[in-house]
């Protein structure tokens, strides 16, 4: 079964700090993998897309790295702000049906001023 | 438009009623999504639209649930006799296919989503 899992569920850090957030697929076999926001109450904003053919993409603060061997995608996002507290979703695509994101449950940053 | 909207925003009927729930992707996109999320669950892929061809519905989860997508535009989620079990929020999301070059190719795009509350 192809599963996708985010660690931690929840990460509450200060003003600044530079983090990691990680998620983990099953099946290495992947069209490509999304990372995405979602503030409460609202629907979910694309951050990243990385193809299966790359290593990583990178957006303003915002890093993600894909190692498909190992099964793991990891959102680096540097000098964290207030305006970063939201939940982080991963999606992978396995292709076939391109609609058919799985989705991780996601993290639930809170960054402290 | 420039966003996906989708209608209502909030619906709250009782058990044994059907609804719709409305999508108007981004002028454009010819790939069309139904997710659903459920209170402290991730997202579950309903629906899948890709031009004409047809539809990826191997994410209902009963026959009571159907959708459609008209002149390859606006879609309707149709959920008939409605349980308790469908309270959620229903998100709907469009993107463009292309080559894995072109700038936002396959990025989908999400609506603000329509929550449902059956009681």
């Known amino acids: 079964k192809q599963e996708v899992t985010q660690i931690p569920a929840a990460l509450s850090v200060p003003e600044g700090e530079n983090l990691v957030l990680n998620c983990s697929f099953t099946d290495s076999a992947i069209y490509n993998l999304q990372w995405f926001r979602q503030d409460p109450g609202k629907g979910l904003t694309s951050l990243l897309l990385i193809q299966s053919s790359q290593r990583e993409q990178t957006s303003g603060r915002l890093n993600a790295s894909l190692d498909k061997s190992s099964g793991r995608s990891t959102l680096y996002i540097a000098a964290s702000q207030p305006g970063d507290s939201a939940t982080y979703l991963c999606?992978?695509?396995?292709?076939?049906?391109?609609?058919?994101?799985?989705f991780g449950k996601g993290t639930k940053l809170s960054v402290k001023p | 438009g420039a966003g996906v909207s989708q209608s209502p925003s909030n619906k709250v009927t009782e058990k044994g009623k059907d609804v719709e729930l409305r999508c108007d992707p981004i002028?454009?996109?010819?790939?069309l999504y139904w997710y659903r999320q459920s209170l402290g669950q991730g997202l579950e892929f309903l629906i899948y639209f890709q031009g004409n061809s047809a539809p990826d519905k191997s994410g209902l989860p009963s026959d009571r649930f159907s959708a459609e997508r008209t002149g390859g535009s606006v879609s309707t989620l149709t959920i008939q006799r409605t349980q308790q079990e469908d309270s959620a929020v229903y998100l709907c999301a469009s993107s463009f296919r292309g080559t894995s070059g072109r700038i936002g190719a396959n990025v989908l795009t999400f609506g603000a989503g329509s929550r449902l509350t059956v009681l």
């Open positions: 999606a992978v695509n396995y292709g076939g049906s391109q609609g058919n994101l799985i």
């Open positions: 002028s454009g996109h010819t790939a």
